[in-house]
T-cell receptor, first 111, second 117 residues
Framework: LAKTTQPISMDSYEGQEVNITCSHN???????ITWYQQFPSQGPRFIIQ???TKVTNEVASLFIPADRKSSTLSLPRVSLSDTAVYYCLVGDYTGGFKTIFGAGTRLFVKA | GAVVSQHPSWVICKSGTSVKIECRSL??????MFWYRQFPKQSLMLMATSNEGSKATYEQGVEKDKFLINHASLTLSTLTVTSAHPEDSSFYICSARGYGSKTDTQYFGPGTRLTVL
């Protein structure tokens, strides 16, 4: 299983764009990169998933360079409600799948 | 779509009793369900993986006789904490992986807070 490394915490202000980078040097060919958001006392919520290049949805963008050894979650114009822990996961989804969570990044958005 | 529910959302029990937590995928069939445990200020720890109709696969260090997992259908998995003790107090979260999903994304339940007195 590929190990992921993220910054432990980040601070931002409302309205700013936040970029959280995750390193996954041992990513395998079949691995996808998935980001989840978790609020206290809640289950993680799926944000975005990608394999390579760029993926965008209504809440975030995911940038993945050609070597796929890292990825960056981009949150446009964050608000106070985006204060949460963000987890980057890398996993083989083709059978024998399981997910190991890293420490995650605690994002604190200030007014 | 892709909603996972858990019941109960919280439970308080006496030491030595057993507690059952249900995890349901409400709008999709889940071939695989996962159970996690999370202590305060910590990340999620995978406890076990269960496939419908098969025995669960437990992670190293997780007692299979203490944490009984049943995955009897494509929409329901249960975790029973047997003879619970105060150290079992934690936040238990399940997730489900959709059957036939192209990317097999996991969807998580809201969690169950277990407090053992």
């Amino acid at each position: 299983l590929a190990k992921t490394t993220q910054p432990i915490s980040m601070d931002s202000y409302e309205g700013q764009e936040v970029n959280i980078t995750c390193s996954h040097n041992n990513i395998a060919t079949n691995d996808y990169i998935t980001w989840y958001q978790q609020f206290p006392s809640q289950g993680p919520r799926f944000i975005i998933q990608g394999y390579k290049t760029k993926v965008t949805n209504e809440v975030a963008s995911l940038f993945i360079p050609a070597d796929r050894k890292s990825s960056t979650l981009s949150l446009p114009r964050v608000s106070l409600s985006d204060t949460a822990v963000y987890y980057c996961l890398v996993g083989d989804y083709t059978g024998g799948f399981k997910t190991i969570f890293g420490a995650g990044t605690r994002l604190f958005v200030k007014a | 779509g892709a909603v996972v529910s858990q019941h109960p959302s919280w439970v308080i029990c006496k030491s030595g009793t057993s507690v059952k937590i249900e995890c349901r995928s409400l709008d999709f069939q889940a071939t695989t369900m996962f159970w996690y445990r999370q202590f305060p200020k910590q990340s999620l720890m995978l406890m076990a993986t269960s496939n419908e109709g098969s025995k669960a696969t437990y992670e190293q260090g997780v007692e299979k006789d203490k944490f009984l997992i049943n995955h009897a259908s494509l929409t329901l998995s249960t975790l029973t904490v047997t003879s619970a003790h105060p150290e079992d107090s934690s936040f238990y979260i399940c997730s489900a992986r959709g059957y036939g999903s192209k990317t097999d994304t996991q969807y998580f339940g809201p969690g169950t807070r277990l407090t053992v007195l």
